[in-house]
């Protein structure tokens, strides 16, 4: 209350839908101003077991404008009419209050119908004043169709069989009356009649024929009717069974489908389109050429999605600026897409049975952005070179764009797609399914002006609340990063390992998120014992471990640049094994070897005095090296043996340039130089780090060394 500002949460909220997903339920509220609903302003809060798990959506505070207004709605509608230019009809005409941070006023929203189109009207309620005229219609795409008709594919579908009293016979309607999917013809019905009667085409579903069990396929309409009818059963039967939602209002509410639909009613022009009336909240399907978009599973799941958006996080369409990119706009048409691909499980382009419209891999490809402010971003990619999204569009043939797509909704979408693309690939989900539950969850978290950013830390959370591993939440993090739509916040950890003021060089540093004790990444300590990595913000515990010291154990929180130095104690109580006490010594230099660039192994060299006449003694070695495995070392002295699936492994220290063996049980009397060589003397350091150019596991072999090493320490 305190951090948002509110002051009365009674008289400010009025709780406008209550879903239930799951183990969770999100109640949805919308902010009032003495009793005055506040345009497209609302918060959510996610409960689970009775615990908050989410917050989030959008508050105007301190409100504060005169509710009387000066112009009264019968002047409201004739000044639309005039707008128009055409009769119309209202569908709502509500007094709203238009909360911006700088101004606050009251307006009318008013929904409109003619016989073409259906508009929002946002206008001033004392001045008159045109503050927002958008087009209702969520369009799939305005400019991008083609095809040659339908496909020939043969589809199992329900059909309503009934008793028709003027037929004196069995006939059969396009209506799944398992799923309540109505199919209506939408040819003799037009645009006006069906969108202002809503419930008339879903009352009367296409009626055939079946002679010899066949329907009557003289008319390519049946045709795409069948087709129609199977794809929006999937449809259907994906929310239910993956999302667990019945139907677009998760009320099992009937799905109304008007096919054969062109933009002007009563002429022959073809819509080219397909779209869902949140209106009427029924599925309009036009064609191209003779092809209906009844053949893109795609493409209606898409609308289908607009559907549910409309019961969900109820986007707006209405751009607050042509002139600046419509993120809420884009959102509405991104999710639409993920999910749309995602149910038709079979790649990541949109309406490529009939047209490439979109393509969330390479979005690229088709002239589309594939992150916020790069090439093809509306508006920034057009208007920092002086041409419009819709000059743009128009030169390359596409003559149907109008009114700048609404703030580059259709374009831009493309930038929430191609995330979701680059998440999955990544490996952030184990399957499809799981990915479109985190996605689809997400909506509950979204407000009516959400934008990019608000997408990216729903989805986070929604991942997080259905219990994503941390290094999926990363990889998802990271998609939003890589497209801009999420700042990319990281904070370098850096600092030194050592042992009082010796560094240590190749100890094994690995990062844990506190929360899911999950390993996130490894690294080591150069040569000079310094580390440096990239955190994003949260808790972390540190482990670091090297042969012959004490494990450390450290949690931080990382909330900035932070330098942490790691002071490790050595198990022995002291530096190195073999120290010189006299002046009589040797010295003993080892080849061995150490972390190169990307990945690459490098020969360090390292020297120690000891004692003239010490024996180091193999069994010594054995026991230092212990590597913590059911594999026991055998040794003559000299070569070491091992076991693994049958076969034997040696390998064996060799004095520096020669091929004779170093004797761990014979005292040291000179000054010596060894190294390690593996298979009878076969692998060397120099074949080991330069022969094979890094093609190796590094790791496997450093880890190797670093246990051999301890002796030495």
């Known amino acids: 209350k305190e951090e948002l500002q509110f002051t009365n949460l009674e008289e400010e909220f009025v709780l406008e839908s209550e879903e239930k997903v799951g183990e969770f339920t999100y109640y949805r509220f919308n902010q009032v101003y003495k009793g005055i609903p506040v345009f497209n302003q609302n918060v959510i809060v996610g409960v689970k077991n009775s615990n908050v798990t989410s917050f989030s959506g959008y508050y105007i505070p301190n409100v504060n404008v005169d509710i009387n207004p000066k112009v009264q709605k019968e002047e409201i509608e004739e000044f639309i009419k ?185 002429s022959s022009q073809s819509l080219n389109n397909a779209f869902w009336a949140p209106m009427t909240n029924q599925m309009y399907i036009g064609n191209y050429d003779g092809k209906s978009f009844a053949a893109a599973l795609d493409v209606l799941a898409h609308e289908f999605t607009h559907g549910v958006i409309s019961y969900t996080s109820k986007f707006t369409t209405t751009p607050k600026d042509k002139n600046c990119a419509n993120e809420t706009g884009a959102l509405n048409e991104g999710y639409a897409d993920i999910i749309g691909a995602l149910i038709e499980g079979e790649n990541w382009t949109i309406g490529e049975t009939v047209i490439l419209a979109r393509d969330l891999s390479n979005p690229l490809s088709l002239n589309t952005p594939s992150v916020k402010g790069g090439d093809f971003y509306y508006p920034e990619g057009y208007l920092k070179n002086g041409v419009t999204l819709e000059e743009y569009l128009r030169s390359k043939g596409y003559k149907q764009v109008t009114d700048y797509d609404n703030g580059g909704v259709h374009q831009n979408a493309n930038v929430v797609g191609h995330a979701a693309y680059l998440m999955y690939e990544s490996g952030a989900f184990t399957s499809k399914e799981e990915m479109a539950k985190v996605w689809y969850h997400s909506l509950f978290l979204l407000s009516s002006y959400s934008n990019f950013e608000d997408c990216a830390l729903a989805v986070l959370e929604s991942a997080k609340n259905l219990g994503l591993s941390e290094r999926s939440i990363y990889k998802i993090k990271d998609a939003f990063i890589k497209t801009n739509m999420l700042e990319e916040k990281e904070f370098t950890l850096s600092g030194k390992v050592k042992n009082k003021e010796k560094s240590i060089q190749h100890a094994k540093i690995q990062i844990y998120p506190l929360e899911t004790q999950e390993l996130l990444n490894t690294l080591y300590s150069k040569e000079d014992g310094t580390y440096t990595i990239d955190l994003h913000p949260g808790t972390y515990k540190i482990k670091v471990t090297k042969t012959g010291y004490k494990t450390y154990e450290e949690t931080i929180r990382i909330e900035k640049n932070q330098v942490i130095n790691i002071e490790l104690t050595s198990t022995a109580g002291q530096e190195s094994t073999f120290s010189c006490k006299e002046k009589d010594c040797v010295n003993l230099t080892l080849y061995y070897l150490t972390e190169g660039e990307n990945g690459t192994l490098a020969e360090k060299i ?108």
């Open 606 to 713: 390292m020297t120690e005095s000891i004692e003239k006449g010490t024996i180091l003694g193999a069994q010594h070695l054995i026991k230092a090296t212990d590597i913590g495995l059911d594999i026991k070392l055998k040794t003559d002295g000299k070569t070491f043996t091992f076991n693994i699936g049958g076969m034997n492994i040696d390998f064996a220290w060799y004095y520096r340039g020669t091929e004779e063996k170093f004797d761990w049980d014979k005292p040291i009397t000179k000054d010596t130089t060894i190294e390690m060589k593996l298979f009878d003397g076969i692998f060397d350091n120099d074949l080991l780090t330069g022969a094979t150019n890094g093609e190796i596991d590094a790791d496997t072999i450093l880890d190797a060394s670093d246990y051999f090493m301890k002796w030495f320490e």
């Open 82 to 266: 005039e707008n128009l230019n055409q009769e119309i009809n209202i569908v709502k005409n509500e007094l709203m209050v238009w909360a911006k941070e700088e101004k606050n006023i009251l307006v009318y929203v008013i929904e409109v119908i003619t016989n073409e189109e259906a508009f929002e009207f946002v206008i001033d309620a004392n001045t008159k004043e045109l503050l927002s005229k958008t087009e209702k219609m969520d369009y799939a795409s305005t400019y991008s169709y083609t095809g040659e008709g339908m496909d020939g594919v043969t589809y199992t579908i329900n059909l309503e069989e009934f008793y028709d009293l003027s037929h004196l016979r069995n006939r059969y309607r396009f209506l799944d009356p398992k799923r309540n999917i109505a199919i209506a013809d939408y040819r003799s019905t037009g645009v006006l009649f069906s969108l202002a009667v809503s419930a008339l085409p879903g009352a009367m579903p296409i009626e055939v024929d079946i002679t010899e069990g066949v329907l009557d396929y003289n008319e390519e309409f049946i045709k795409n009717a069948v087709t129609a009818m199977s794809h929006y059963e999937k449809i259907y039967d994906y929310y239910l069974n993956v999302l667990g939602r019945d139907s677009y209002d998760n009320k099992g509410s009937k799905i109304i489908i008007n096919l054969g639909v062109t933009k002007r009613s009563f």
